[in-house]
Nanobody
Framework: QVQLVESGGGLVQPGGSLRLSCAAS????????MRWYRQAPGKERELVAS???????????EYADSVKGRFTISRDNSKKTVDLQMNSLKPEDTAVYYC?????????WGQGTQVTVSS
C-alpha cells in the first residue's frame, strides 16, 4: 500500500523559512520521481518542484519559476523521504503542499500540509 505523509507546515512570517518533509512507504522509492505540488484557495494545483529517483551531481531537479532560488528539493533514498526547504517565503506561497509520485499509470498523493505566510 502506497503511503505519502507530509509534515512540517505551519504559520511563518514573510521572509521566513520552513522545511517540509514527505515520508514514503509501500513502493520502491528510489526508482521514481518525487514531486511537491501546492494548491492555494481558489486556484489550481501547481507543480512546485521535482527530483529524479537518483540524483547525480545535483542535476535533474526542476522548479517552478515562482520558487527558483528560494526553494530546494532533496531526497534521502535510505530513509525514503523527500524534503522541500523553503526560504524567503512570500504571502503568495500560502497553500496546501502535497507530495506526489506516479507509476504503473497511477498518481499517488499525500494528505497535504498547510503553509501560511502572513505577518
Amino acid at each position: 500500500q502506497v503511503q505519502l505523509v507530509e509534515s512540517g507546515g505551519g504559520l511563518v512570517q514573510p521572509g521566513g523559512s520552513l522545511r517540509l518533509s514527505c515520508a514514503a512507504s509501500g513502493f520502491a522509492f528510489s526508482m521514481y520521481v518525487m514531486r511537491w505540488y501546492r494548491q492555494a484557495p481558489g486556484k489550481e494545483r501547481e507543480l512546485v518542484a521535482s527530483i529524479p529517483g537518483v540524483v547525480y551531481n545535483n542535476r535533474g531537479k526542476e522548479y517552478a519559476d515562482s520558487v527558483k532560488g528560494r526553494f530546494t528539493i532533496s531526497r534521502d533514498n535510505s530513509k525514503k523521504t523527500v524534503d522541500l526547504q523553503m526560504n524567503s517565503l512570500k504571502p503568495e506561497d500560502t497553500a496546501v503542499y502535497y507530495c506526489n509520485t506516479d507509476f504503473s499509470a497511477s498518481q499517488y498523493w499525500g494528505q497535504g500540509t498547510q503553509v501560511t505566510v502572513s505577518s
